[in-house]
């Protein structure tokens, strides 16, 4: 079993949807990233999350430290969100390494 | 701010040569970076990771003669295929971590083909 688990794998949607991913992790953690892959295939790190709840535009992540769960919500989906979003996990403080989860892959139809 | 740059972009090498990947951190100076792997449909697979000054470490499974690493100054780390095969052929990403964020800001990768 991986130590970061994201569902679902592949997401297709209309445009204006609530979309939701979700990650779970089966160890203790110190920070979780939420980053997206474009179909080229740059990255851009979205947020990071020890506790709570961040926003940033039409993108919300949320972590509950205690389930080991994050969610990633986009609202108002646009095609431009069209992208793979992963969730990386920093095991150790003052341990920079991150664990990734496999990616969701997100379509958004216009 | 916090821009990561990759070069080159895209390389077609044969059989048995090697290629050098640069990672550079345009606006802040990085004493960590990573390298990473990836195929196609996978997640990225840390290498290993390059200290300022200090040897690099590598993940297991990783041959450190087979990808040479330089973190030579503050801004730029190099990862060097040596001797490359067709099995070598992926997308290999860079990060840098800012150590003030604690976080890794990620380069735009570069496309390895071995013919």
């Known amino acids: 079993k991986n130590e970061v688990e994201q569902s679902p794998q592949n997401l297709t949607a209309q445009e204006g949807e609530f979309i939701t991913i979700n990650c779970s992790y089966s160890v203790g953690i110190s920070a979780l990233h939420w980053l997206q892959q474009h179909p080229g295939g740059g990255i851009v790190s979205l947020f990071m999350l020890s506790s709570g709840k961040k926003k940033h535009g039409r993108l919300i992540a949320t972590i509950n430290i205690q389930e080991k769960h994050s969610s990633l919500h986009i609202t108002a989906s646009h095609p431009r969100d069209s992208a793979v979003y992963i969730c990386a996990v920093k095991t150790g403080f003052g341990n920079e390494k991150l664990t990734f989860g496999t990616g969701t892959r997100l379509t958004i139809i216009p | 701010g916090a821009v990561v740059s990759q070069h080159p972009s895209r390389v077609i090498c044969k059989s048995g040569t090697s290629v050098k990947i640069e990672c550079r951190s345009l606006?802040?100076?990085?004493?960590?970076m990573f390298w990473y792997r990836q195929f196609p449909k996978q997640s990225l697979m840390l290498m290993a990771t390059s200290n300022e000054g200090s040897k690099a470490t590598y993940e297991q499974g990783v041959e450190k003669d087979k990808f040479l690493i330089n973190h030579a100054s503050l801004t730029l780390s190099t990862l060097t295929v040596t001797s490359a095969h067709p099995e070598d052929s992926s997308f290999y990403i860079c990060s840098a971590l800012l150590d003030s964020q604690e976080t890794q800001y990620f380069g735009p990768g570069t496309r390895l083909l071995v013919l």
């Open positions: 606006d802040f100076q990085a004493t960590t």
